[in-house]
């Protein structure tokens, strides 16, 4: 029984790190789509592509929603705020719960 909870015990540390590396992204894509459009990087060069298109890629899937219920700001792109606190203040806490709840049995 121990070996089953270290492994649940590991496998919501993974997902809690995931989830931590995925805001990273977040902040990522927004400081390279920053500094894109002001001209810091240069797009044309192909490893700066790259990693944009990647950062696009990777994030791109869930800001795509939250744009479509956040009202136009104009330049102004929030939704990268709203998934960062949707994922620190709703799944992590939920996720913690969940853990909590299989390992020291607090259902």
Same mark, same amino acid.
């Given at each position: 029984? &121990?070996?089953? @909870?270290?492994?649940?015990?590991? @496998?919501?540390?993974?997902? %809690?790190?995931?989830?931590?590396?995925?805001?990273? &992204?977040? /902040?990522?894509?927004?400081? #390279?789509?920053?500094?894109?459009? #002001?001209?810091?990087?240069?797009?044309?060069?192909?490893?700066?592509?790259?990693?944009?298109? %990647?950062?696009?890629?990777?994030?791109?899937?869930?800001?795509?929603?939250?744009?479509? /219920?956040?009202?136009? %700001?104009?330049?102004?792109?929030?939704?990268?705020?709203?998934? /960062?606190?949707?994922?620190?203040?709703?799944?992590?806490?939920?996720?913690? &719960?969940?853990?909590?709840?299989?390992? %020291?049995?607090?259902?």
């Amino acid at each position: 029984m &121990a070996v089953i @909870l270290t492994l649940v015990n590991a @496998l919501f540390t993974l997902l %809690f790190f995931a989830l931590h590396l995925y805001v990273w &992204a977040f /902040i990522l894509a927004a400081v #390279f789509s920053t500094l894109a459009s #002001f001209g810091v990087l240069d797009t044309r060069n192909r490893l700066v592509w790259a990693v944009g298109d %990647f950062l696009y890629h990777i994030t791109e899937p869930v800001l795509r929603p939250i744009r479509g /219920i956040l009202p136009n %700001f104009g330049a102004i792109d929030i939704s990268p705020v709203v998934a /960062i606190a949707v994922i620190e203040l709703v799944v992590v806490p939920v996720l913690g &719960a969940v853990r909590n709840g299989i390992v %020291f049995g607090l259902w």
